[in-house]
């Protein structure tokens, strides 16, 4: 009888875990998180849109990750509209993976005219006015219930501005951080003094420029204006003072430099792409006009009061001389086309006037627009 017992106890059990294995087939149904989705990016009291700037990145939106609960494809919407029903919201951005999305100048005066804007001064129009944002997250194909979930709508203040037919200035990024007293730029993590980098064109993002960086452990952001902290860009690493090349604008850190160390860089940072890098310099002076001719270089000193390289020296008039860096012509050298006194990347040999002891400066403060001088003494 025992042995019975255990045989039939032995097949209840079988059959058991065989109907367990065909039943309890699981199903995940998405569900809305409780925490909801919100932006957490701080909004610009108001947004100054210039056609000349059009397309410039006018913000980027960044919003919590949500989580349904569910083995599903995740996606998010931006969405803007004119009131807070958005009952035909302009659809910015969709089926987005990621927790962010930008929004152009143009795009944002797309949104003006619609909200009834204008410039002209004849109309009764206003050229100040509010439009609403919005983030939609849903659960993408995979699943059945197509749950969706909205966050508060943000307002936003825009303000139009008469595009001139003066030459319009280059859009400007700043970088501030613990460099700025030792290298001459005033305060330290001062907006007021920070040190201006230049986009290569209106409406364009790429900016760039020359930074001299005295500090054994570099730390340093980038700001849209110089007026205060609103916008504040850093590095995406997990602590300050990383050098990734990636930019983030929401629980960033402060950036560095690559080694950790000072120098005299090229900083470049593109606020669309979210990149920047850094290339350290030095300065000197080659050709006929000077001591070694064009088989070396005499290297030049970096004035940080003056923020200019400079070097006093023999120099043999009627014979030519150009500037370049680390002592190469593979890297950055500047010349004269037009023996102006205007210099250009890469530009023509410059003529020395006349034999003489001359003090010459090599100025990049806007690296977009290098000047030079020889100066007889």
């Known amino acids: 009888m025992k042995k019975l017992s255990i045989f039939l106890l032995a097949i209840v059990a ?17 569900k809305p998180d409780p925490e909801g989705v919100a932006f957490t990016n701080t909004f610009l009291e108001s947004y100054i849109l210039k056609p000349s700037n059009a397309d410039n990145l006018a913000e980027r939106f960044v919003w919590n990750e949500v989580d349904f609960d569910a083995p599903t494809t995740l996606r998010y919407e931006l969405q803007a509209s004119t009131d807070t029903v958005f ?10 993976a990621a927790t962010n999305y930008a929004v152009t100048v143009a795009e944002m005066m797309a949104l003006a005219t619609e909200a009834g804007l204008d410039t002209d001064p004849e109309t009764e129009a206003s050229n100040v006015g509010e439009v609403y944002f919005r ?22 203040t825009l303000e139009l501005v008469e595009d001139t037919n003066e030459e319009a200035e280059l859009p400007k990024l700043f970088m501030v951080g613990n460099f700025q007293a030792a290298g001459g730029y005033g305060s330290d993590w001062n907006p007021a003094d920070g040190v201006a980098l230049t986009a290569s064109a209106v409406g364009k993002t790429d900016y760039e420029g020359f930074v001299y960086i005295n500090a054994d452990a570099p730390q340093f952001k980038f700001l849209p204006t110089n007026v205060d902290w609103t916008g504040d860009y850093g590095d995406a690493g997990s602590a300050d003072g990383v050098y990734t090349g990636v930019l983030k604008q929401e629980e960033e850190k402060n950036a560095g430099t690559p080694d950790g160390t000072g120098g005299y860089y090229l900083v470049k940072a593109n ?23 064009w088989e070396a270089d ?9 923020h200019v390289w400079t070097i006093t020296m023999d120099l043999i008039g009627g014979k030519n001389i150009k500037f370049r860096t680390n002592d190469n012509w593979d890297d950055l050298n500047v010349g004269d086309n037009d023996g102006d006194g205007t210099a250009e990347y890469g530009g023509s040999d410059i003529v020395v006037p006349e034999d003489g002891n001359y003090t010459v400066t090599l100025d990049l403060k806007d690296s977009r627009n290098p000047q030079y001088t020889l100066t007889l003494n």
């Not at 005499?298 to 003056?306: F, G, I, S």
């Open 14 to 30: 079988i059959l058991s875990l065989s109907a367990c294995t065909e039943d309890d087939d699981f199903t995940f149904t998405a």
């Open 298 to 306: 005499t290297d030049m000193t970096y004035d940080t009061e003056a």
């Open 87 to 96: 009952e035909n919201p302009s659809i910015l951005g969709s089926d987005i």
């Open 135 to 156: 983030v939609r997250a849903y659960a993408g194909e995979t699943n059945p219930s197509n749950v969706e979930q909205f966050s508060d709508p943000a307002a936003i």
């Open 271 to 293: 606020t669309q792409e979210l990149t920047y890098s850094m290339e350290e310099y030095s300065w000197g002076i080659i050709g006929d006009a000077t001591p070694t001719g």
